[in-house]
């Protein structure tokens, strides 16, 4: 009856387009919504403030790199928010754009299997993987963040593109990735490699797109030659500077075991999928295709960035490219659900159901570790797969929790239940001939919606999308004050792990650690950036006293309470007059 059921609402057109808008708002349960506090938005807001207030953050060098800035967004952003507040425009926007990620989903799977279940089965993996909207396995930098910036908006365009390709919409595809340049020319990058590594097999049909692509992107190319950078350009302490602010996107021999653990797991989990699915795939010699050309990126991003450094290949930032992976493998892995769970037999629902859990798990990865050995030992022989591959869990088991990772104890027990609900679906299909895989997909669908039942829960009952402690709240409160309080031109000096000053207070701070992906779209902006780290590190060690009168610095916020009079304070912060 509920299969049935399922299958009569799902079939309706407006049933597809309100269950893909169930899962956009079950995704917002999940991983919730940041605006003022996301360091993305952090870097481009006060681009945005500047080109609709050209008065806002006078003589502030981080807010003078827009002139360098690669991407019409800003004042994309700009423009809109004339008609709507920009806190809810970027609300607004983000929301759309999330429907239209995981419809752009559902209609690639559908494209490329045929099948409505690995359709689902994908639109459901895209709304609750942590590697789609909080952290990919190689980059960092997923498809969709949990915030809106230039990354995000195109992300959904991303997967667009792709599927135009692959239904050999040509004209359309380059289009729409010529458009990309203009949003966001990191991530056009990437897909723009992917079609040139598939149109050599097809290149008479794909020639017109090009020819489209060319007279489109041109105009951009000839905006982006003529912006100036203000600081000239890369200095001997680039690479030092890049190094220290963030590697996560280029510098492997400085990622964390952490990282390591999730690339090994995740990685081969999603490369398992591609290598299963390949045969059931419709366009795999495309997929192909593109899987080379992401390898190809990321082994020039390892050897001009760690072996032979070239500082234009390390500021294309090639590891990022994996949002296509992680979005092939998601896709890909969704049909191996289906297949599983068509399959009917305990052992395959048993892994179907540890995939799942392993695949929207927000933790380090504790199930891809279980599900791994399981999966090997399933394809090395069927009738002993199960055993072998439980045996070979106790081991991940034992591992993680030698890695310390957190609960093992708790999460084996989850895992034991679902190995147990997974194998009354099957005892419950094989005796009263239910539909086997309806069954588990609404098992599928319920357990990543029991392990977050309390964020989920949280969220909706009390409206609280972008979730703030309170120290954020305080830095938030601190922000209104000083937009009320301090003259438009004050500056002042934050404690050093605060970021994100600009976005609420309309001020500008001396130097923020964030203010470093500036050396991204203006190269030398690095030298300015460790110069103030360190005076800022200076001032705030030999105290207020002894502030250099050459460096106009308004008021100094400091965490807790100060022996000195305060101008403000609430219970985390305390802004003192800089005499």
Request: net charge positive; with cysteine; glycine share 6%.
């Given at each position: 009856m509920?299969?049935?059921?399922?299958n009569?609402i799902?079939?309706?057109?407006?049933?597809?387009?309100?269950?893909?808008?169930?899962?956009?708002l079950?995704?917002?349960?999940?991983?919730?919504?940041?605006?003022?506090?996301?360091?993305?938005?952090?870097?481009?807001?006060?681009?945005i403030?500047?080109?609709?207030?050209?008065?806002?953050?006078?003589?502030?060098?981080?807010?003078?790199?827009?002139?360098?800035?690669?991407?019409?967004?800003?004042?994309?952003?700009?423009?809109?928010?004339q008609?709507?507040?920009?806190?809810?425009?970027?609300?607004?926007?983000?929301?759309?754009?999330?429907?239209?990620?995981?419809?752009?989903?559902?209609?690639?799977?559908?494209?490329?299997?045929?099948?409505?279940?690995?359709?689902w089965?994908?639109?459901?993996?895209?709304?609750?993987?942590?590697q789609?909207?909080?952290?990919?396995i190689?980059?960092?930098?997923?498809?969709?963040?949990?915030?809106?910036?230039?990354?995000s908006?195109?992300?959904?365009?991303?997967?667009?593109?792709?599927?135009?390709?692959?239904?050999?919409?040509y004209?359309?595809?380059?289009?729409?990735?010529?458009?990309?340049?203009?949003?966001n020319?990191?991530t056009?990058?990437?897909?723009?490699?992917?079609f040139?590594?598939?149109?050599?097999?097809?290149?008479?049909?794909?020639?017109?797109g090009?020819?489209?692509?060319?007279?489109?992107?041109?105009?951009?190319?000839?905006?982006?030659?003529?912006?100036k950078?203000?600081?000239?350009?890369?200095?001997?302490?680039?690479?030092?500077?890049?190094?220290?602010?963030?590697?996560?996107?280029?510098?492997?021999?400085?990622?964390?075991?952490?990282?390591?653990?999730?690339?090994?797991?995740?990685?081969?989990?999603?490369?398992?999928?591609?290598?299963?699915?390949?045969?059931?795939?419709?366009?795999?010699?495309n997929?192909?295709?593109?899987c080379?050309?992401?390898?190809?990126?990321?082994?020039?991003?390892?050897?001009?960035?760690?072996?032979f450094?070239?500082?234009?290949?390390?500021?294309?930032?090639?590891?990022?490219?994996?949002?296509?992976?992680?979005?092939?493998?998601?896709?890909?892995?969704?049909?191996?659900?289906?297949?599983?769970?068509?399959?009917?037999?305990?052992?395959s629902?048993?892994?179907?159901?540890?995939?799942?859990?392993?695949?929207?798990?927000?933790?380090?990865?504790?199930?891809?570790?279980?599900?791994?050995?399981?999966?090997?030992?399933?394809?090395?022989?069927?009738?002993?797969?199960?055993?072998?591959g439980?045996?070979?869990?106790?081991l991940?088991v034992?591992?993680?929790?030698?890695l310390?990772?957190?609960?093992?104890?708790?999460?084996?027990?989850?895992?034991?239940l679902?190995?147990?609900?997974?194998?009354?679906?099957?005892?419950?299909?094989?005796?009263?001939?239910?539909?086997?895989?309806?069954?588990?997909?609404?098992?599928?669908?319920?357990?990543?919606?029991?392990?977050?039942?309390?964020?989920?829960?949280h969220?909706?009952?009390?409206l609280?999308f972008?979730?703030?402690?309170?120290?954020?709240?305080?830095?938030?409160?601190?922000?209104?004050?000083?937009n009320?309080?301090?003259?438009?031109?004050?500056?002042?000096?934050?404690?050093?792990?605060?970021?994100?000053?600009?976005?609420?207070?309309?001020?500008?701070?001396?130097?923020?650690?964030?203010?470093?992906?500036?050396?991204?779209?203006?190269?030398?902006?690095?030298k300015?950036?460790?110069?103030r780290?360190?005076?800022?590190?200076?001032?705030?060690?030999?105290?207020?006293?002894?502030?250099?009168?050459?460096?106009?610095?308004?008021?100094v916020?400091v965490?807790?309470?100060?022996?000195?009079?305060?101008?403000?304070?609430?219970?985390?912060?305390?802004?003192?007059?800089?005499?």
């Amino acid at each position: 009856m509920i299969a049935k059921s399922l299958n009569i609402i799902l079939d309706r057109p407006s049933g597809k387009y309100l269950t893909i808008a169930g899962l956009t708002l079950l995704s917002y349960s999940v991983f919730g919504y940041t605006y003022a506090g996301n360091p993305n938005v952090i870097q481009v807001l006060p681009f945005i403030r500047k080109i609709m207030d050209p008065a806002l953050y006078p003589g502030d060098p981080y807010v003078d790199t827009l002139g360098s800035f690669p991407s019409l967004y800003p004042r994309l952003m700009a423009f809109l928010a004339q008609a709507v507040d920009l806190a809810r425009l970027h609300l607004l926007l983000h929301i759309a754009l999330k429907y239209l990620l995981l419809w752009t989903a559902y209609h690639l799977a559908e494209f490329l299997f045929a099948r409505r279940a690995t359709s689902w089965l994908a639109c459901f993996l895209f709304a609750l993987s942590p590697q789609v909207h909080l952290l990919s396995i190689l980059g960092d930098e997923p498809m969709f963040k949990t915030a809106l910036y230039q990354t995000s908006m195109s992300g959904p365009f991303l997967l667009l593109g792709i599927l135009w390709h692959l239904k050999e919409r040509y004209r359309s595809a380059f289009a729409l990735v010529a458009g990309l340049y203009y949003i966001n020319p990191l991530t056009a990058n990437f897909i723009l490699v992917l079609f040139a590594a598939a149109g050599f097999d097809h290149w008479r049909k794909a020639k017109w797109g090009w020819g489209v692509f060319v007279l489109l992107w041109l105009p951009w190319l000839l905006w982006y030659l003529s912006l100036k950078n203000p600081f000239g350009g890369p200095t001997n302490d680039f690479l030092t500077a890049l190094r220290l602010w963030d590697p996560s996107h280029y510098f492997p021999s400085a990622w964390p075991l952490e990282k390591w653990l999730r690339l090994s797991t995740m990685g081969a989990l999603l490369g398992f999928f591609l290598a299963q699915g390949f045969a059931h795939c419709r366009k795999a010699n495309n997929i192909k295709l593109f899987c080379r050309a992401m390898v190809i990126m990321w082994s020039c991003a390892f050897i001009f960035g760690e072996i032979f450094p070239v500082i234009p290949v390390i500021r294309l930032q090639l590891f990022r490219s994996d949002i296509f992976l992680v979005a092939f493998g998601l896709i890909f892995g969704a049909d191996f659900l289906r297949r599983l769970a068509a399959d009917a037999r305990l052992q395959s629902l048993a892994a179907a159901g540890l995939i799942v859990v392993a695949l929207v798990e927000l933790s380090p990865p504790y199930y891809g570790l279980m599900i791994m050995p399981i999966l090997i030992a399933r394809a090395w022989t069927r009738s002993r797969s199960l055993i072998l591959g439980l045996t070979l869990s106790a081991l991940a088991v034992i591992l993680c929790d030698a890695l310390g990772e957190s609960p093992a104890v708790t999460k084996t027990l989850i895992a034991l239940l679902l190995l147990t609900l997974f194998a009354f679906s099957v005892l419950a299909a094989e005796t009263k001939k239910y539909a086997t895989a309806a069954r588990a997909m609404i098992l599928v669908f319920l357990i990543p919606c029991a392990l977050n039942a309390r964020v989920i829960i949280h969220r909706i009952k009390f409206l609280d999308f972008d979730h703030k402690n309170t120290k954020q709240m305080d830095w938030d409160e601190l922000q209104l004050w000083a937009n009320n309080n301090a003259p438009p031109g004050a500056v002042f000096l934050t404690p050093p792990g605060a970021h994100g000053f600009r976005v609420l207070s309309l001020r500008s701070p001396y130097i923020e650690w964030i203010d470093g992906a500036a050396m991204h779209w203006a190269p030398g902006f690095e030298k300015e950036w460790l110069q103030r780290l360190a005076q800022a590190d200076f001032m705030m060690t030999i105290g207020l006293s002894r502030v250099s009168d050459d460096i106009p610095i308004e008021a100094v916020i400091v965490e807790g309470r100060s022996e000195q009079p305060a101008i403000y304070e609430n219970e985390t912060f305390s802004v003192l007059k800089n005499y």
